[in-house]
């Protein structure tokens, strides 16, 4: 692969930790540059860069010199219990003017290739009863992440046409692995019981997910790939499952059984209404594909691993991290 120098924001993060490992493997770390907040002795071996929060008003200066590629990760991600008053404006300073602050200096710098790793959300938030998402599709963000995301990618595309800097945007949609939190680690959790559980009946819905190692193949092969020049690809596992199929395959990677129970569609659909929890419901029982054959063909590119695999190494580290807290505790 040839050599360039590639600097790398949310080193620390889910994506980041695992993508920085690959990138040692496949460069050499003289040639990474990692973001952090703080000097850490974790990076001690890469020619870490240290700036405060990701902003619109981050001071780049003589941080970018000699940087061939940027990676750009870092991101403000949802928010559980959300107190900035102005949510949407919180979103934007971070997705918006810390990406754009990034990327005209970038391109000031003489960076030739910048990626940027923004979200499915661009395009919105379901398909049920319509064809898969594409690259080319009028965005629909209908949530305030989605919406800063789709902002900062309009914003890279005019900086792409006026400085001749190439731009690369990948839109992932849920991204899955070993450490993962939220909805998968919930429901990790909750096949990892063993008790049937009332998903029988939902099985005619497909959700795209990507597991982190295929996004990570993507992102590397984005850094020098001719084809990938000022493009937004799609991702996914190539493998769109139904919410029975997900739970059966999880069952199948913990060792657990996968019997469910067949309750209908109509009570989970009755069940969020009388709970408010419609957004939830139409997520489990909905669905949201992505079409990846732009991405395939563009890049002459395949997810190199299955859900089989992906599934396998997810609960393989989800049992080991149970196995460390239940020795803690004796």
């Known amino acids: 692969m040839k050599k360039s120098n590639i600097l ?12 920085i490992k690959k990138l040692s493997n496949e460069f050499t770390k003289s040639n990474i540059f990692p973001v952090l907040r703080k000097n850490s002795t974790s990076f001690d071996e890469f020619r870490h860069i240290v700036v405060d929060d990701i902003n619109s008003t981050t001071e780049w200066s003589d941080k970018l010199q000699d940087i061939d590629c940027v990676i750009h990760c870092a991101a403000r ?14 979103f934007r300073e971070v997705n918006v003017g810390g990406t754009l602050q990034l990327a005209q200096a970038a391109s000031k710098s003489g960076v030739k290739r910048f990626i940027f790793v923004s979200s499915i959300k661009v395009n919105g938030e379901s398909t049920t009863e319509r064809l898969p998402y594409q690259s ?36 992932p ?19 990892s019981t063993g008790v049937p559980l009332p998903f029988g009946c939902i099985n005619n819905n497909h959700r ?13 092969e984005c850094i020098n790939n001719t084809n990938a020049a000022n493009q937004t690809f799609l991702i996914s596992d190539d493998d769109d499952l139904s919410t029975k199929a997900f739970v ?42 992505v079409d990846i054959k732009h991405t395939k063909n563009t890049l002459n590119w395949q997810p190199p691993y299955s859900v089989e695999q992906g599934f396998a190494a997810t609960a393989k580290a989800f049992k080991k991290q149970l196995a460390l807290k239940h020795k803690a505790k004796f």
């Open 248 to 289: 059966q395959g999880l069952s199948r990677a913990l060792g657990k059984c996968s019997f469910m129970l067949p309750v209908p569609n109509t009570v989970f659909s009755l069940a969020g209404k009388i709970l408010g929890k419609t957004a939830i419901i139409d997520r489990l029982c909905g669905s949201l594909q």
């Open 173 to 191: 949609p849920l991204v899955y692995g070993p450490g993962v939190k939220a909805n998968f680690a919930a429901m990790l959790k909750l096949v």
């Open 136 to 171: 080319s599709d009028t965005s629909n963000p209908e949530d305030h992440y989605g919406i800063s995301k789709a902002e900062a990618e309009e914003g890279l595309k005019k900086l792409a046409e006026e400085t001749g800097m190439d731009v690369v945007v990948i839109r």
């Open 208 to 220: 795209s997910m990507v597991y982190v190692e295929n996004l990570i193949s993507l992102i590397i």
């Open 77 to 90: 991600v949802h928010v559980m219990n959300e107190v900035d008053e102005d949510p949407l404006e919180a």
């Open 8 to 19: 790398l924001t949310g080193a620390t993060g889910f994506l980041g930790k695992p993508l």
